[in-house]
């Protein structure tokens, strides 16, 4: 069974930071562009940061450019978004996401390039 599974998130204050993984199983991640999502109820899936499968080239929304960081370890089949300088902007329920004929530019600004999610994990910053 193939399984994305979000964990990090948290109530933060403005300025500090977080740490979010994703533990992939099922699959091994070596094959696929991985990414974080963002969204609020009711409002559209925000790609925030995807990082490819074969050179590790990494996207990133305006909104998080110099203040959030992706990586991947293919050894432990996880991608982790490290996100610092938080602000209450940046209050979501984010999201991992898999896939596995894409890139990283193509996957965050088009999401239906995502084979798999994970169930999300909240993110909440008091200011």
């Known amino acids: 069974e193939v399984k994305l599974v979000e964990s990090g998130g948290g109530l933060v204050r403005a300025g500090e930071s977080l740490r979010l993984s994703c533990a992939a199983s099922?699959?091994?991640?070596?094959?696929?562009?991985m990414g974080w999502f963002r969204q609020a109820p009711g409002k559209d899936r925000e790609g925030v940061s995807c990082?490819?499968?074969?050179?590790?080239?990494?996207y990133y929304a305006d909104s998080v450019k110099g203040r959030f960081t992706i990586s991947r370890d293919n050894a432990k089949n996880t991608v982790y978004l490290v996100m610092n300088s938080l602000n209450p902007e940046d209050t979501y329920a984010y999201y991992c996401a898999a896939g596995r004929f894409t890139t990283d530019q193509r996957m965050c600004v088009e999401s239906a390039f995502a084979d798999y999610w994970g169930q999300g994990t909240q993110v909440t910053v008091s200011s």
């Open positions: 990082i490819n499968s074969y050179d590790d080239s990494t």
């Open positions: 099922g699959f091994t991640i070596d094959d696929y562009a």
